[in-house]
């Protein structure tokens, strides 16, 4: 995977090697790779930085709060932030997101906390 990265970082438009970074830290969060995850969030962020593609920067800082959290710098996520506060504070991102998925279609359109 890395080979892919240092490719892509030699290739791409800004815009797909955000996209690259992103897609290369959800692997690693399923690795449970923590340092690689944080340097991929870093390079999220400073690409979306430099070339002016905000859209980045999301996907940076919540990959960013997911090492913070398995690193032990905050307390385990969901309750801190509110609804869907049903999951267990270690869940890891793929129960997050089969949560926020059944959430989304059972609200048809709107989150269902809301």
């Known amino acids: 995977m890395q080979a892919a990265i240092r490719r892509a970082e030699h290739v791409a438009a800004a815009f797909d090697l955000g996209n690259v970074h992103v897609f290369a830290a959800i692997l690693y969060v399923g690795r449970g790779d923590v ?12 690409v979306g930085a ?47 997101v089969a949560e926020v998925t059944v959430e989304s279609k059972s609200a048809r359109g709107r989150p269902a906390w809301s």
Do not use: C
């Not at 959290?69 to 609804?83: F, I, Q, S, T």
């Open 35 to 46: 340092d690689e995850v944080g340097r991929r969030a870093a390079a999220i962020r400073a």
């Open 50 to 96: 430099e070339h002016g593609l905000p859209m980045l920067l999301p996907s940076g800082t919540m990959l960013e709060g997911w090492v913070s959290v398995r690193r032990g710098r905050v307390p385990g996520g969901l309750k801190r932030h509110g609804p869907p506060a049903r999951l267990h504070p270690d869940a890891d991102a793929r129960a997050l």
